[in-house]
């Protein structure tokens, strides 16, 4: 196995491995933040699918979730693009050549992002009609509180390490623009 040098980049498969760790790593330490962010949309979606609340199965329950997670991504961006030395006006440019260099781990990515589609949503719903004595609302308001405090915000997390922080590090800006991302 070829070691990895300061030129050369891992396979795209590893680099979309490492990025899901990166994002692991700081949704770890930043748990409380997303818990309680999270913990709003929670509230908000066991409330309409349980039917307990009339207000937050409406537009306005809607409007308080969205709410919630705009000023999350909001604090997931500032929060990982703080330390960033890049001018706002070369972050298009970064972001433009980082895309088309890291396609293949970008694709990676979202074939990361598929597998774990299958585990957290599509697995427990088949799951869920084969438990008995819990009916579909019942089970609903509970998946939905739970992914709000977990698989949502890490989701975020994951996809602004991918689409933002990673391509505006300080590293993206030393790559040959003509350098291309591997498929392996």
Known sequence: M?????????????????????????????????????????????????????????VGGELFTAAARFLFVAWLARALLRDRSVEWAEAGARWSAWMSRRWATILASTGLLIVFLIVFKAIPDALAGRVGGIDESTWMSWELAIKNVTVIPFTMVWMTVLLAARPLSPEAALEPPSERSPAG
Do not use: C
Not at 26 to 55: E, I, M
């Open 2 to 58: 070829p070691t990895r040098t300061a030129t050369a980049r891992p396979g795209a498969w590893a680099e979309a491995v490492e990025i899901l760790a990166a994002a692991w790593h700081f949704f770890a330490r930043n748990y409380p933040v997303a818990l309680a962010f999270g913990a709003l949309a929670s509230v908000q979606r066991f409330l309409s699918v349980s039917g307990t609340a009339d207000w937050a199965g409406g």
